[in-house]
């Protein structure tokens, strides 16, 4: 019989990613449950909280991202397996020490540290193998902070400080995660390496945590490890007669038996997460779906559909890990925050040593997103911490950066060529979906008669979205290399102006847009026109005031019957309030598109680039801080994060853009210093930091 749960209106909506297309279209095909996809898993919990999704499972590492901001996900469930005899949680980490011990967490200094090294294991995350070093450096007033180290960053200080307050130790690798600048840090403070197995290497080993158990029986003082391994290894018959050796160091400087453990940090399982106003729903149907998989079956629990297709649902739901076959449902449906504060400590975003990476917002959704970015990275360990700071828009951002208020922003690709203008230069590219690729292209009327090439274009009149984006450098320099725009000078503004006529780019009138000295705003805004929003009657503003600013602005542009453009240059897109009958390209060659419409290809459009990029001022004291923020978020975190020098042909093409524009600068002033800028900006990632460190 069809439970009531399951009929046609109570169909739950279930979080997939990519890759479960198939099975996805199994499991619709019976109408029990729908998916909706998500590109992670942090879009996964932000569609449970809004309703859009009803349930979904997540890592534990995503579930800190969002507990102490959403209100509405709670937690049915945990996907267990059957290894781990510590079952409340997947891991838990413990601190050993001699039993002779005294003076708790103030009386290490000196001491040899046994530790099991980093990124080894997803689970094991940087914070909770942290916690132990970074609580004791703490209490004993050494953080470091004022440490003189070679690369001036706080993760320096950090491994400096550790090797001055311990003595001979064993704490392997990969610190920072790129072997040339490991290397180098394991010889300046090779006293951290000392007692490793492969000191010369200070790699952890295929069994870290019982190597650090090892490193403490065979000489050292205090040992990181799990709680797990502990049970593992002084069951076995070797060890059993050293039980009494040994004890736990807990958080209280307290140091108890291993009968009586004290767990540092607990690393909770996978969790099956749901919307709380359909929990208890949601929760028959798991136990229904599922039960032969629920450790704490509900007896009274109705059977699924015979024809529901489970094993399609199950790779959807499940972890990748097939080990984790098991679920224990979780009792009350806490919220969150209320689960996880049970296992781990929630890592404030407080800054440390007064290091911090100001991270400039230009609106209350970026700024949301931003404080997820800072709790991610605090829940890594990342120093030094970020912190968000709301403006009022993208103009001010880039010019709060060259006024040292503020020391990043992410910004819209558009706002490239304003932001070298500010002496700011690009550190990485998010990167994630082909459709954010911009493409601009020349578009003319459909019944154009005396345009056929890019040279007839000189003398009429432009309509571009805007004075300095993309569309406007794009057009430049196309035209720049195809000798169509002349090579006498590196004034883009004046270029441009010269070779128009009377024409419409909106912020030509504007000094936020850093415009030329040398143009004729009259001419360049000419024919934009006040808006139905227009409060002043100003017809060239960068808004929604002026009616032909944007894609679609200049289209209109083009199109008005009254003082009409000649050509327009515009993003490739779909203008739904548009006949795209009524348009052809003119293609980068010269040549003018055999059918008319957008849709044309890569050959014809002016070029492909990448929508946004990561900008930072190009000199500043922050730039090693910053570099080592943006690759521990590369590595651990935010994916598609691509460096400058990408084998990417859209970012490629996007550096390029603004090469061209840095060359013919420091050709045209070699007062100024842009050689050495262009050197700066078409580093590669990992070169940039190898530049900044030594």
Known sequence: MLSRNLVCCLVNTICASLKDRSDCAQVERKEYARCKLNLHQVDCLLNIEQDKIDLGRVTPEAALIGAKFLKNVVVLGEFRNNAVKNDSAELAVVVLVRKTHSGGLRNLRGKKYCHPGFKFNQIATDFILKEFENTVLKENNAEGCENNVITETLFEKEIKALSDFFGPSCRPGPWIGFEKYDNDFYKNYSKLCELCNNNDKCRPGNEPFTDSINCLVNGGDVAVTTLDTVYQYFNNTDNKNRIDEFGYLCKSGDINGLENPCMWGQQPWNLIIANKKKESSIKKDIQSWFASNIINKDPNGEPAPSDMNIEYLQPILF????????????????????????????????????????????????????????????????????????????????????????????????????????????????????????????????????????????????????????????????????????????????????????????????????????????????????????????????????????????????????????????????????????????????????????????????????????????????????????????????????????????????????????????????????????????????????????
């Open 319 to 694: 972890p990748e890990e097939k080990e984790y076959n098991q679920i224990q449902i979780v009792e009350g449906a806490p919220s969150l925050l209320d689960y996880l504060e049970k296992y781990r400590v929630i890592p404030p975003t407080n800054e440390k040593c007064n290091e911090k990476i100001r991270w400039c917002t230009v609106s209350n959704a970026e700024q949301e997103k931003c404080k997820w970015l800072a709790q991610a990275s605090a829940n890594l360990a990342i120093q030094p911490t970020i912190k968000c700071i709301q403006s009022h828009n993208t103009f001010a951002c880039l010019e709060d950066i060259k006024t040292d208020k503020v020391d990043v922003v992410s910004s819209d690709a558009h706002f490239g060529y304003i932001a070298r203008k500010k002496d700011l230069a690009p550190l990485a590219f998010p990167d994630t979906a082909d459709n954010d690729r911009i493409k601009p292209i020349i578009v003319i009327r459909n019944t154009e008669n005396d345009i056929n090439s890019l040279k007839n274009l000189e003398g009429k009149k432009a309509c571009f979205p805007e004075y300095g984006g993309i569309e406007w450098l794009s057009f430049i320099n196309t035209l720049r290399a195809q000798n169509v725009l002349s090579h006498s000078s590196c004034d883009y503004g004046q270029l441009i102006s010269n070779f128009v006529t009377d024409s419409c780019m909106p912020g030509a009138h504007d000094r936020e847009h850093e415009v030329s000295e040398h143009i004729d705003e009259n001419k360049l805004c000419k024919l934009c026109q006040p808006s139905e929003q227009s409060k002043t009657g100003v017809n060239c503003n960068s808004n929604t005031e002026n009616r032909f600013y944007g894609n679609s602005g200049a289209l209109k542009c083009l199109m008005d019957k009254a003082n009409n453009g000649d050509y327009a240059v515009v993003t490739q897109g779909a203008y739904q309030d548009f006949d795209s009958n009524d348009f052809k390209v003119l293609c980068k060659n010269g040549s003018v598109a055999s059918a008319p419409g957008f849709n044309v290809d890569e050959n014809c459009a002016l070029t492909k680039i990448i929508d946004s990029e990561v900008l930072a001022k190009k000199v500043s004291s922050k730039l090693a801080n910053i570099g080592v923020v943006l690759l521990n978020l590369e590595t651990h975190s935010t994916q598609g994060l691509s460096s400058i020098q990408s084998d990417s042909g859209h970012i490629n093409n996007f550096v390029q853009l603004f090469t061209d524009v840095e060359k013919c600068a420091a050709i045209d002033d070699d007062k100024n210093n842009s050689a050495a800028t262009l050197r700066f900006t078409m580093l590669p990632f990992a070169i940039f930091l190898l530049f900044i460190f030594y």
